[in-house]
């Protein structure tokens, strides 16, 4: 077996609650409200992988599926500045891509797969897993389908994983309830169901604090660890996640 590598996230509370950092080999999701710092830990997971293994990071490549067009390239120079990195070599070690159906979103993954038998990969960021399911999977009648077709994806994402000795890091929506004619959601429940909640080694709820600070609670994870229910504080800050 592999040894498993852990990336820092730019916050040593987040490091802290993690144990290390986030694990190669494993599945960790993020869920939380708009805005609650889902997507600006990616950004900087797209630079801290890239890190050597001495500097908290994995020495590797990162693959970026982009389901909301959330991904913005010049946001990454200011974090790899931050981290005495050359922006541009940053940027070309990252393979972007746009998918557009959860069909598209698969296709990709199996795409991903030739890639990394071929280079050196240590991160892959779904962001975010469920929108399009979302999108393409609308009604009641069409749950158990959608379910379906969600855990073979999740399952591909394992393979992927354990495969690569990469890091899976996948974001996550949280459900909104139709009552009285509004879409209201809950911060506090992630979407997906028991699918999802049984696909992640370790699920974090974001949300939102004062100012930039944002509050992260680890959650319902899938293996033996002494950090669930903690709660750590991090900051979104120009150069990214950090404390
Ligand atoms: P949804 O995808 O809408 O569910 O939200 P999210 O959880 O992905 O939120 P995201 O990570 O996009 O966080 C957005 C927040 O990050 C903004 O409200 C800002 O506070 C902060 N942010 C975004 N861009 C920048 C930036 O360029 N610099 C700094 N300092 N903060 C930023
Ligand atoms: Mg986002």
Redesign the pocket.
């Known amino acids: 077996r592999k040894a498993v590598i852990k990336i820092t996230t730019g916050s040593q509370a987040l490091d802290e609650l993690l144990g290390g950092g986030i694990e190669t080999n494993a599945i960790t999701e993020a869920f939380?409200?708009?805005?609650?710092?889902?997507?600006?830990?990616a950004h900087t997971l797209c630079v801290c992988t890239q890190l050597p293994t001495n500097m908290g990071g994995g020495n590797g490549k990162v693959a970026f599926i982009d389901t909301?067009g959330?991904f913005r390239p010049d946001?990454i120079v200011p974090i790899a500045e931050r981290f005495g990195m050359d922006p541009g070599a940053v940027l070309d070690n990252i393979i972007y891509a746009r998918a557009y159906t959860y069909e598209h979103q698969y296709n990709l993954l199996l795409g991903l797969a030739a890639k990394m038998s071929e280079e050196p990969f240590r991160l892959l960021i779904v962001d975010s897993i469920i929108a399009l399911f979302r999108v393409d999977f609308t009604g009641r009648g069409e749950l158990a389908d959608r379910q379906q077709k969600l855990a073979q994806m999740l399952s591909r994402l394992i393979k992927i994983a354990e495969e690569f000795n990469v890091a899976v890091y996948m974001?996550n929506?949280v459900i909104a309830d139709p009552g009285g004619g509004v879409f209201i959601s809950d911060p506090k429940k992630p979407a997906g169901g028991h699918v999802l909640a049984h696909a992640a080694t370790i699920r974090l709820m974001?949300r939102k604090g004062k100012g930039?600070q944002r509050v992260c609670k680890s959650e319902s994870i899938n293996c033996s660890s002494i950090f669930l229910n903690k709660t750590h504080i991090f900051q979104?800050?120009?150069g990214g996640i950090a404390d």
Request: aromatic share 10%; hydrophobic share 20%; proline share 5%.
């Open positions: 939380g409200e708009f805005r609650s710092g889902k997507t600006q830990l909301e959330t946001r974001t929506q974001f930039e979104i800050t120009p």
